[in-house]
Each structure stands twice: as structure tokens, then as C-alpha cells.
């Protein structure tokens, strides 16, 4: 709940949101934001209130019982009482009266306990340390739900703020092969061709689509793919993929849509039936709305051969 609050109130929405992908479309050429602590404070705040939550539950069990909350046989007698069903906690393994007869055991979990506990702000401040810390919460949680029954899932969720997702992505892309899966030929001077560029070089996460503006590259374009014709790209988006096959319009879009990560999801749900006919349908009305608009030559004297 806090983690959803304090999102609430930051900036969230400019990475990865439907919202920037509307704004991508609506200015198409507008540089990326720059790198802010506006998108700092957020996920620091999210990790010191899980801290928080964490050091508290550490701190009370030291004020209530003092070290005698991991000397004495507490936390073994709590794992019979789950065991034999005196409580109403439900385990996801019946095993907590056998964990409760190792000897030391219950004593070790119960200083594991109150030192991830009472220690987890030191991974707020330590990368040495933050690992260890970090594995140490999720250990208990997880231990609690197999031992003892009670449900604290939403803490597991709330540990992917620690994870430094923009290094992440770079150092995967980084050790990803590079390829160019498709090459999408468009119309730099239209108004339906720019928003739906922008929209795609946001979702091609993997660096798998290559862009290229008919309008200032068709030099080059006509020379390393003769059976194109200007007049048709600019009529409609051209996608040839890295097999040689050429698609266009509607089609064009599901071709790209195979080399996105988000596509592997939607890909299969745009070749249903009736939805080829139909995105084909409004992919033309669309097209024939805007040609008006766009700044190209007459195709009249651009005709050649194209590939279907």
C-alpha cells in the first residue's frame, strides 16, 4: 500500500506506462527526458519504508523479550503449535515440528531473524552488504510461509525496487548478439507513419528493427532493394525481414511486432481471424486519411515492380 502511494505521486508514468507511449506518438521527434533525480526519489522511498517495516519487526521483538526471544525455545514451540493445528496458521510443508527437534536450529533461525530484521537499513547504505541483507529478507519470508503458514507475499514483490533495472537491460543488450530482424520503411513526412514509428523504436527493447525515412534514404533503399518502389512505401509502411519476405501495411505492422517483446504476446492474437481483416480494413482508411497530409511526390513516377 505504501509503495502504491508514494507512485502515486511521483513521476512513474514516464517510463513505462501507457501514458509515455501516447506521449512517444503525439511528439514522435521530441528527444528523450533526460536522466533526473525526479525518478530517484520514489524508488529510494519505497526501499526505506520496506526497511522500516523490517527494522520495526526486529526492534519489537528485542523490546518484548530481550535475547531471550533467541535463547529460549519460543520460536521451537511456535513451530509445534503450527504443526499439531493449536493455531490457525496453515504451512506450506507439515514439517515444523521436525525443524523444531534439530538441536540449535529454532535458536539460529530466531538470531537470523532478529539480525535481518533489525539490520535491514544497513542495505539502504552498504553495496557490500546489500546482497547478503536482501537474501536474508527474502529468506525469512519465504521461511515463514513454508513453517508457520502467514502470508507476507507482497514484501517479495516490493524487493524489486532494489534491483537497478536500467543496468540490467544494458548489460543484457550488451551481451545479446546484434542483428537486425526486420527493416521497417516508412514515411518521415507523415502524420500516421511518425507516431507509430516512435511507439515501436519504444517497445524494441532488443534493438531488433532498423527504421530508415523513405523520403531522405530511398537513394540507398532502391539500391540494396530494387524490387521496392518508392511511390508504395510511401503509400503504406514496407517491412522486409532479415529472410528476405516483404510485407506492407497492416502486415508490415505484425511483422515488426514478431521482433518485440511485447509483440511475443499480442503476435499470436493479431493472426486470429477476423483481426487480419479488419486491422487490414482500418490500416487503409487510416492511411487514406492522412495521405493528404503527406509530403511525397506523385507515385506516377515512381512505378517499378514491388514483392506482395
Given amino acids: 500500500m505504501l509503495a502504491f502511494w508514494i507512485l502515486a505521486f511521483s513521476r512513474a508514468g514516464d517510463a513505462w506506462s501507457i501514458d509515455s507511449l501516447r506521449r512517444s506518438a503525439a511528439h514522435a521527434n521530441a528527444a528523450p527526458l533526460p536522466p533526473s533525480g525526479e525518478y530517484r526519489w ?15 519487526a526486529g526492534v519489537a521483538k528485542l523490546r518484548a523479550s530481550g535475547l531471550d526471544w533467541i535463547t529460549s525455545g519460543h520460536l521451537g514451540i511456535l513451530l509445534d503449535r503450527v504443526q499439531y493445528g493449536i493455531s490457525d496458521a496453515d504451512p506450506l510443508l507439515p514439517i515444523g515440528s521436525f525443524v523444531a527437534r534439530i538441536p540449535y536450529a529454532p535458536h539460529l533461525m530466531a538470531l537470523g531473524t532478529i539480525v535481518f530484521e533489525a539490520g535491514y537499513p544497513i542495505a539502504l547504505f552498504s553495496r557490500r552488504l546489500r546482497a547478503g ?23 517479495l514483490l516490493v524487493n524489486v525496487f532494489w534491483v537497478p533495472w536500467d543496468r540490467v537491460g544494458a548489460w543484457l543488450r550488451a551481451r545479446l548478439p546484434v ?3 526486420v527493416q521497417v520503411f516508412y514515411d518521415g513526412a507523415c502524420g500516421l507513419c511518425l507516431p507509430a514509428v516512435a511507439v515501436m523504436r519504444r517497445l524494441d527493447l532488443l534493438r531488433r528493427v532498423a527504421f530508415v525515412d523513405v523520403v531522405s534514404n530511398w537513394a540507398a533503399i532502391s539500391h540494396r532493394l530494387p524490387d521496392l518502389t518508392r511511390g508504395r512505401c510511401l503509400t503504406e509502411m514496407h517491412a522486409v525481414t532479415s529472410d528476405g519476405r516483404t510485407f506492407a501495411g497492416w502486415d508490415a505492422s505484425r511483422a515488426v511486432a514478431r521482433s518485440l517483446p511485447l509483440g511475443w504476446v499480442i503476435g499470436p ?4 481471424p477476423p483481426a487480419p481483416q479488419i486491422g487490414r480494413r482500418i490500416y487503409r482508411r487510416l492511411s487514406a486519411r492522412h495521405a ?3 509530403d511525397w511526390t506523385s507515385p506516377s513516377s515512381t512505378e517499378g515492380p514491388t514483392l506482395s
Fill in 133 to 155: 541483507i536482501i537474501l536474508g529478507g527474502i529468506g525469512l519470508i519465504v521461511g515463514i510461509r513454508v513453517l508457520m503458514g502467514p502470508t507476507f507475499e507482497n514484501f
Fill in 42 to 56: 520514489p524508488v529510494q522511498l519505497i526501499l526505506v519504508a520496506l526497511s522500516f517495516v523490517f527494522c520495526a
Fill in 292 to 294: 493528404a497530409t503527406c
Fill in 269 to 272: 492474437l493479431l493472426a486470429v
Fill in 179 to 181: 542483428r537486425t530482424d
